[in-house]
Nanobody
Framework: VQLQACGGGLVQPGGSLRLSCAAS????????IGWFRQAPGKEREFVAGINWRTGTTSYRDSVKGRFTVSKDNAKNTVYLQMNLKPEDTAVYYC????????????WGQGTQVTVSS
């Protein structure tokens, strides 16, 4: 059972990245998937999430209109499309929880996103 996040990198302000979170060893069908981030010296924070069953999405206020979370059923993968500002610089993680649970049980490794000119 594994989540693998990838797609980070260095981009200039106003640039874009798409992060991927692929699940292996289990299906995401009855899960909610969240994207989190942690900047140096700061606590980890929720960024965006998607209910796999309903497709309902949620975002923190600071990324609304700039980030889009989506899923690919066939690939068992969730994506986070981001139009970036310097303050988005952080390590990004994906995580999954059962739809009836409030706890995220599975976590991917982080992927670094750096937004700088």
């Amino acid at each position: 059972v594994q989540l693998q996040a990838c797609g980070g990198g260095l981009v200039q302000p106003g640039g874009s990245l798409r992060l991927s979170c692929a699940a292996s060893g289990f299906r995401l069908d009855y899960h909610a998937i969240g994207w989190f981030r942690q900047a140096p010296g700061k606590e980890r924070e929720f960024v965006a999430g998607i209910n796999w069953r309903t497709g309902t999405t949620s975002y923190r206020d600071s990324v609304k209109g700039r980030f889009t979370v989506s899923k690919d059923n066939a690939k068992n993968t969730v994506y986070l499309q981001m139009n970036l500002k310097p303050e988005d610089t952080a390590v990004y993680y994906c995580a999954a929880r059962g739809l009836g649970s409030s706890e995220y049980d599975y976590w991917g490794q982080g992927t670094q996103v750096t937004v700088s000119s």
